[in-house]
């Protein structure tokens, strides 16, 4: 078995342990899940109300899907690196490989679409009644980060690019409208760790980004 200790943590945060087999809250009944989110037992067998187990043995369950959706992704030949595998192992045993395997995800990963990938990825965050869930937007973070670990660290070809246009930008409606367009295309996740990071609320953006009132009336009219 390989290293898979970062898709394993993953399923531990946010699943969380279970000592007693509860219900789909959807359904008030099957499927039911124990341990660390296991629905089936090692066996096959499905796990049923009432049931109880350790953390030994929900690690133990826990082990077996791991190692049993890493074969099923190691089927698939997608080429993937090890950072990869791991952040959709932890995603597929969130959202069932099923889902997984007829999402867009692999459509993207074969087209080498990476920010498809992680756009995809990161609309997995609604329960049952279509209402979002925090839990759910925190983990598909953590899964896209670690899906992109080893892509940000390799050399790429646009490096420099943005901090040039910050230098060079006048506030001129050519640029304003490709600022807008970027922005429009930039995975939410990723704009909001920028925001984040680069100070936005801190630094003087209006005056940055200030046109005078004809050339923003233009720049509506494309």
Not at 9 to 14: A, F, G
Not at 112 to 117: N, R, T
Not at 125 to 130: M, T
Not at 189 to 195: D, G, H, T
């Amino acid at each position: 078995m390989s290293d898979l200790s970062c898709a394993i943590n993953l399923i531990r945060k946010y699943e969380g342990f279970n000592e007693k087999a509860y219900p789909d809250p959807s359904t008030g009944a099957e499927p039911y899940t124990i341990g660390y989110g296991t629905q089936h037992y090692p066996d096959g067998l499905p796990v049923k109300a009432g049931q109880m187990c350790t953390k030994e043995k929900a690690l133990e369950y826990l082990f077996h899907e791991v190692q049993v959706l890493e074969n099923e992704l190691t089927k698939l030949n997608l080429g993937l690196d090890g950072s990869m595998s791991q952040a959709l192992i932890s995603f597929a045993h969130s959202v069932g490989w099923h889902s997984f395997l007829y999402s867009a995800v692999i459509d993207c990963i074969e087209q080498e679409d990476w920010h498809g990938v992680t756009t995809e990825m990161s609309q997995w965050v609604f329960d049952e009644d279509h209402k979002v869930v925090g839990n759910l937007i925190d983990r598909r973070k953590e899964e896209v980060q670690l899906f992109v670990q080893e892509l940000e660290s390799a050399p790429k070809a646009s490096l420099g690019i943005l901090l040039a246009a910050f230098r060079n930008y006048e506030a001129s409606s050519r640029q304003v409208n490709a600022i807008r367009k970027l922005e429009e295309k930039i995975n939410p996740y990723v704009l909001s760790e920028f925001a984040n990071e680069f100070r936005v609320d801190d630094s003087p953006w209006d005056e940055f980004f200030s046109v005078e009132a004809d050339e923003l009336q233009g720049i509506c009219d494309i």
